[in-house]
């Protein structure tokens, strides 16, 4: 079955302690992306990647990292993570041969930073 | 700055027709996405225009005035299972993605 997996589905932690949040994709799709959601603001861009080893900030990359070792993941990690990063996060994916195609989401993971 | 305005929140009786509209303003514009978000799950695609004039899928059509920063999604038939969120989505140049707040829709009997 064609799906975006996210992991952790839930997590309460700490604020500092570094966390990561994992995304795998099962369709061979070059582009992947991560948003979070937050009540009011809708889901805004944090970090994209075009392809293996191609990463690029979005709209909100402050206090995140990512990397795109592999074509199929493509993790989230918090260095040192704070309440404002509390949110319901997204990973997405797309084919990207044409303008069409629309993004796959995961199921999300909600954090709660405390 | 990127700007995507969608109303908050509308009702609508179940069979009847509800419009959803939705503005934009973004650097460059390669192409406007409808998803519908039900509470607590993901967003699911249902319409893509990048093109002016009208896109119909079934029960659902959305249409766009690329010169008006324009676009609508119109949904007929509605059923109670329409009741979601619908969020408003443009790519813009440079294959950054900007999401309106989405618009919650409550479809009663």
């Known amino acids: 079955e064609a799906q975006v997996t996210q992991n952790p589905r839930y997590l309460i932690t700490v604020t500092g302690k570094k966390l990561t949040v994992t995304c795998s994709q099962n369709m061979n799709h070059e582009y992947m992306s991560w948003y979070r959601q937050d009540p009011g603001l809708g889901l805004r861009q944090i970090y994209y990647?075009?392809?293996?080893?191609?990463?690029d900030k979005g709209d909100v990359p402050e206090g995140y990292k990512v990397s795109r070792k592999e074509k199929r993941n493509f993790p989230l990690i918090l260095e040192s993570p704070s309440p404002n990063q509390t949110s319901l996060y997204f990973c997405?994916?797309?084919?990207?041969?044409?303008?069409?195609?629309?993004?796959?989401f995961g199921d999300g993971t909600r954090l709660s930073i405390l | 700055g990127q700007n995507i305005d969608q109303p908050t929140e509308m009702t609508a009786t179940e069979g009847a027709i509800v419009q959803i509209n939705c503005t934009y303003q973004?650097?460059?514009?390669?192409?406007l996405f409808w998803y519908q978000q039900h509470a607590g799950e993901a967003p699911t695609f249902l319409s893509y225009?990048?093109?002016?004039g009208l896109e119909e899928k079934g029960r659902f059509s959305s249409f766009l005035s690329r010169s008006k920063g324009y676009s609508y999604l119109l949904l007929k038939e509605l059923q109670m299972k329409d009741s979601a969120s619908y969020l408003c989505?443009?790519?813009?140049?440079?294959?950054?993605?900007?999401f309106g707040s989405g618009t919650k829709l409550n479809v009663k009997p």
């Open positions: 973004t650097s460059g514009f390669n192409g």
């Open positions: 997405a994916s797309r084919l990207d041969r044409t303008l069409s195609q629309p993004q796959h």
């Open positions: 225009n990048v093109l002016d």
């Open positions: 990647s075009m392809n293996v080893e191609v990463t």
């Open positions: 989505a443009v790519r813009s140049s440079f294959n950054k993605f900007y």
